[in-house]
């Protein structure tokens, strides 16, 4: 049986639970627990406490990719659970920025130094216990652009209002 909570996602339906820019999903399937993902903050841990659910017990943690909407809460994750195997889908040492006005601010993991031991950068296929696989989707049938500013500047023409446009670079 698999169960999913969302602990944390962009918007919460529930009064209890706070929302943010971000996603940490709590999936239990048949007794193990795996975390999808950290959110920008501890916020993800906050409402597992309010629905008394034990981090501690998390015995996998994928992070999907480098940004820091889906990695930023690890140092507080590692601090509460430190048995997870953690398995990033991505390299560490990738670098992302957001370009705000004439400004670049890094999006990429913030993982304190002596945590980087715990951290799988995850390259093939895995097979981590019975029925529980790790396959990463390296296959794409389109390149990467190296930044999005051709569809920002195809759009900008239908722009009404001032918008506040980020622009996302791949190194």
Not at 27 to 49: E, H, M, R, S
Not at 73 to 94: Q, V
Request: aromatic content about 14%.
């Amino acid at each position: 049986m698999i169960k999913i909570n969302v602990l944390l996602e962009n918007y919460s339906i529930n009064e209890k639970y706070q929302s943010k820019h971000g996603l940490s999903l709590l999936i239990d399937f048949n007794g193990c627990n795996i975390l999808l993902d950290v959110g920008p903050d501890n916020t993800f841990i906050k409402n597992a406490n309010s629905n008394n659910m034990n981090l501690q017990n998390i015995k996998y943690l994928f992070l999907s990719h480098n940004h820091f909407d889906h990695t930023g809460g690890i140092n507080d994750f590692i601090k509460i659970n430190n048995k997870a195997k953690i398995f990033l889908m991505d390299k560490i040492c990738n670098k992302y920025f957001i370009k705000l006005f004439l400004f670049y601010f890094p999006m990429a993991i913030k993982l304190e130094k002596k945590y980087i031991s715990r951290v799988i950068e995850a390259e093939n296929d895995l097979i981590l216990e019975n029925k529980i696989y790790y396959m990463k989707n390296i296959v794409s049938k389109y390149k990467k652009p190296h930044s999005i500013n051709i569809y920002i500047k195809k759009y900008q023409k239908n722009l009404k209002k001032t918008h506040l446009i980020m622009k996302v670079y791949w190194y």
